[in-house]
Each structure stands twice: as C-alpha cells, then as structure tokens.
C-alpha cells in the first residue's frame, strides 16, 4: 500500500520555542551561515508568528511552523522545474528534492505558495573542526541549490534498512519520525500516514477545526493545521478562502 | 533557450563541486546511540546522543526521562557543535596574552598562600562541588554558590522557613492554578521539558483548562500568549502588584491568614502597577478560585512570595514543597568576595556573572564570551567532554541523581577546576569516587527507582556496582515522591520592597556565553526571537 506522509500541526500547543528549526538543521546538516538573514537563510521549517491585529489586552499571538507541504495534487514546484529535480515519491508522499539535479533556477521558488523553498546561496562551510558533528546520513549540499523540507528523508531509508534487517517489508512507524516532531517539546506536531486508516494522524486530519492554508488551490497539501481560537482559523480562511475547506473533506 | 546544454553542463559543474575537496563531508565511523544528561544548565535533561565514529552527531531528548519527558530546550538540539565553536577557549590566557597551565597553577599557589581565596561555584551538588568546597576549606577560604534566577525566586522562604532553597521545589504537578510574575514557564524555565508536557496536556488550546495558567507580565511573552490569561502591568510594578493581591485576600477573607498587611494600600498598588482596583480585586477572586495555587516569581522577589505565604501553597500539594532533608543552605558570595586575594570561577559560572573586586580572578569557560574581566581565562572542558553527576534539578520537587560520562574528547589541553586543583593539592578526591560514595549512599537507603529503558524499583538491583553501572548508562536515580512533610514558615511583617531583575528567557540565562552556531536560525534567519543582547556570538 501506498503511503502518504503528512503531519497535523495543533497551533494551540505551539509556543514558538524554535526547538523544531535546529533540531531540523541539525539533522540535515545545514550549514550555519553567520551572513544568513530571514531572505538569505535555510530553514526548511520556519515558525512564523502572527497575531490579531489587535493591541493591549486584546491582542493574541500563535506560532505557525511553515513547512514544505507536500502538495498531493498538481504539485506547483514539480510543474515548473526543467531539470526533473522535484518529484513525487509515489510510494510515500513525500515531494523530493534532489540537488544533483538542481540547477538554481529557482522556478520552483517562485511557484511555491507557501514560500517553504531556500536558495543556497553560499557553499556550505562550518567553523573549523565543525564537520565532525555533522549527521553521516544527510549529505551537504552545494552552493546553487534549491532547499526545502523531505520529511528527513534519512530517518525513512533508515527506516527501511531496519525493516529489511528484520525481514520485514513495512516500516514500524515508531521507526520513523522527522527531526521537528521528535523534538517539539509539546507534542504540537504530529506525524503520520495520511492514507492509512489505522493511524491517528489520519483521524486527526480529518477531526472538526482541522484546516490548510491555500486550500482553494487545489494542491492538496498533506500538512494540516489546528486551532479552537476562531481568529487563527480565520487567518487561514482569508488565505485560503471561505468554505475552500469543505470541498477537501 | 533551445538547447539544454548549457542547463546541462550547469548541472555536471555543481555534482563536480560537491565533490571538491574543501567540501565538508560528515564523518564515517560505526552509529551508536547513548544515553545521558545534559550538561548546559542544571536541570540535567534526559538526552540522548547519536555518535559517529566515536564524534557526537546529534542530540534529542529521552521519552521515558522522568523529569524533562523527552522535550528538551533549543539550544541543545545544537549543542553538539559548541565544541568547535569558534569562541572556543584552547589555551590559557593571562591578561590578554597566552600562558600555560602550570604558570596558572603556580600563580594560585602564590595565592592562596597569600590570603583568603573565594571559590564560585553556579552548579552546587556535584562531585565537583564538594571536591572545590574540600579545597576552600583546606586553604582556610570560602567556597560560595552562584545560584540561577529560579534558584534565586526560592530564596526568601529558605529565609523564613530555615529550609535550605536547594531542599525546595514546586509541586507544579498537583497545582490547579499557577500564577507566573514574569517567569518563562513556556520559554525555558527550570527543567523546560517538565512544565512544557504538564502544560500542553492539561492546558493548551483548553478553554476551561485543568491547569490554569495566569501569566502576569508588561509584555505578550512567548508564555503570556499562550497563558490562560495574561495580566499587562507596568514594567517593574510586580512587587506593587502582590501588595495589591494580598490586600483583596485578607480584606475579603479569601484566604485564612489574617498578617501580614502588604506596606502599600490597594489604591496606590494599582496606581503604581497600572491594574484597575477592579481588575485586581478580580485576579485576586480568580487566583483562589481553583485551588491548589502557586505563585511562581521569575527571580527573587520577597513580596510575590509572601503571595504564597498567604495562600497556604508552603509545604502543601501543588506548592512549594520539601524534596531533600539532606540539602545545605547555599551563602551568598558578595559578603566575602570583597576582601579575598583570589577568586576562583567554575566553569558552571554564568559568564554573566562579574564579580566586584579587585583580587585575582581565576576564570574557567569553554568559550570566550568576550568583554568580561578575568587575570586568568582558563579553557575548561566543553558539551560531553568530562564527567559529572547531575544531582537533583533547582526546581523539581523530587530528588533525583544522574552521572553525564565523558563521551568525547577535547581536541585542546583543556582542564576543569576539579583537575586544576588536584594538580595543586594532590589528596583530593576525585569525581569518580565521590559518586560511588553517593551510589553507595543510595544504595543502602533502598528507596526510589531507577528509570532506565524500564523503570525499576532500586531494591531490585543486586549490588551497588549494577546500580552505578545503569546510571553512567544513562539511567536516572528517582527518589520518592514528596510526602508530606510540614515546615513552618514564618511571615511576621510585610517584605520590604525589591528592585525588579531585568527580563530573563533562554537566551540570557543559559550559563555559557556562547550559543550554538545553529541558534541562529531564531534570531538572525527568523522573526521569531530578539538576537541575544551583550552575547558576542
């Protein structure tokens, strides 16, 4: 059976404490780049705050971890890249990314809606003595390249490996959980196989306050969002456009 | 473009250069995963770290750690890579100029033969810390605690209660209401696993939460937006605040005690805090409304303890309780430092922390914070580098006890101040034997349990030895739960007011001066967080 990875994020449990970002750079070996600002850096998760609008004791904050979403359908990035270095891994779900193929033309940046695509713009370099602590399952990328969030990737041959090693041709999905959900300290994120009935995470994206962002144009994103706070709900609507929701289930 | 080749030979040129020479490649090496505490602060979190080729390559948290519960702060998810940070302390240095250790050695010799030396410790209970308070005592000096801000908010009920602040915790799981004056409960406070886990479960997204949380603060911190209700007052009017709280719950009998009366009146308490006379007298409903309440204050703050005092939260399920009949009181080290000829500055030290003198300090970091005055900078171990017992966390309300072994060495001649002092005084102990007396001393009380891949009660170990061999796994000693033990804690009259301490989250409290490289990501790559002020990395 095919799988379709996604996650459900509860933006009620998200303290933006960040622990999701470094874990995440962590794991995929991105580089530390002193010169890196919000335009310029990786951070193939990004936890975005946003408020009401509202000052004094009226004003609400949340946190909203941005992530490369995984589009299902008509995927935008794999549409616009010429060189094949976008796909979706059938098997899982998950939308790849491959840097040997990538040339930097950064189409697919353009394309994204959620803005969840980084240039490299430098060649990856870490303070001397540094490349010691990097992660041997994740290879550096070259300066040139498009980043974006695989759902680490890694972890899922890692996975596999484990599996095969027992003989077994399905992965325990204790087994595999990308670095952001590991490390959210609430449990905000929540990970799972959106196309298995089994998994709670499928229940969970299909539970009542469950939404996405830019539902309405139809790319089917597998990373769902939650809130009980009426104006987080209606900052995705805005985005996403009223009863878009309501087509997808 | 018609032809795809210059796409193509594009392409060829960036596979060609991922190969280039100066191109990092991560290490090979056998995988293996161990088990550990924490070392960057005293809160000794359960983490578990993968290593390659014998190089730790990434950190994360134990599920089954009985205090941190998996969750871990931001900062160690990259603390692997402080080791090589580039403020990384590799050699001695005497007043700017590079020394050796034995000049460093010779010069606190000359030092404590000459007078008083004062020995600063920010870590107290470790092997380390009675190995540093041996020498103290030996020289005829003083060895004194630096104790962080939570350590700091306990103080004043170690002052009228006779309890050492180090035997004191909350008992945060049994409260019902917990009221923070500016402490980051959601943004790294005490062990940030432990309140993060009770919060997101019986908390968040809650409209009727079973924990309420009542953040009072002048700003929507990262815990005021995801408080149950967040109170703005005025920025240093916390003290003026409790006097107002205190007034409504003696004047409208909503607690039992009856004194002390706060020193300001409820007007003046609301004029200075910027809180309506209406509005506290509603907070002040609201607080007792759901019993048990703690009052948690972000550093120490006489008047918002007394809080407690009030409401009955000493000595009581869901408040400040008795984890350790064993604790010493810590002495303030301002008192001596004055008149010492040396002082002495562990590693576990916030860099923060200068001390106003004019002897010779002695000054062990892993990293140059920069900007800090010290005769002698001497470069200690870093993250995973030396041995340490981890004893129990500032603000748990549960004894514990973990060993964090050296898993990796420092690629410099680096020294602790264990080492350094053992190179002057060749007959103290070592680190190694002091936790086997404690291993011992545990072993033969026969009470708690070790949680290791499975929690076990510790009379089931067959020798010390077994016991000793789990924890330097990775397993944590827990000891029993508080009981009931009372404690009298006398308030006769009204704390006289306390300057307000500048605002504190992870970014300025965390004790090195230096944070991993990948912080960034927060405060340089985001919006997320204001860049650390005065850090230098």
Redesign the interface.
Known sequence: MNAGYGMVI?L??C?????C???C???N??????Q???R????PI????VSNRME??A?????VPILCMHCEHDTPCVKVC??QAVEVDKATGIVMQM??????CRYCMTACPYHARYYNWW???????????????????????VEKCNLCHARLHSAKEKAAAAGKRVIEPADYVPACV??C????IRFGNLADESDPVYHESRSPGVFRFLARLGTEPKVYYK???AWVRELAEANSGRGAEAKHG | MVTPVPWKLLDDVSIWSQNWSWIPQPTRGPVEVKRSSCTLCANGCGIQIKMAGGWPVGVAGVARHPISKGALCPLAYGAHQLNWHPQRLTTVRHQASTSSWAAAQAAFSKACSEGTVVILDGHAGRAASTILETFAQKCNGSYRFVPSPEERALAPYQEWSGVATNALGYDLENAQTIVSFGAPLLDGWGTPGRFTRLWAEQAAGKTEPQLRLIQIEPTLSRTAARAWQWIPIREGAESALSSGLASIFIEEGLVSAKYPLPLLTLAEAADQSGVSIESIRSLARTIVARPPVVVIARDANPEIAALNVLLGAIAAPGGIVVKSKRAKPFLPSDSVIGSARAVLIDSSVPWEFVPHTDAEVFRFAAWDGGSNRADWLLPAPGFLEELTDIPTAPTSAIETYAVAPALTQSSSDVRNAVQFLSGIDSTLPSIEKIIRTRCEDLFHQHTGSVYDTEVSPLSKFESVTKFEESLWKGAIWVGVPPDATRFRCELKEWPAPTAPPPPENWTKTWAAPVLPPLASKLYQESSLREPPAGRNS
């Open positions: 509860d009620d449990r303290t933006g404490c960040g622990s970002m470094i874990a750079s962590a794991e070996n991105v580089a530390p780049t002193p890196a600002t919000p310029t850096g990786i951070t990004l936890v975005r705050k004094g004791t004003r609400r904050e949340a946190f010429p060189q840097p040997q193929r990538c040339l930097g060649d990856p370099v870490w303070p001397a003595g540094m490349e010691k602590s990097l992660n041997p399952g994740v290879a550096s990328r070259m300066r040139g390249v590991e490390a300290p609430t449990g905000a809130s009980k706070e």
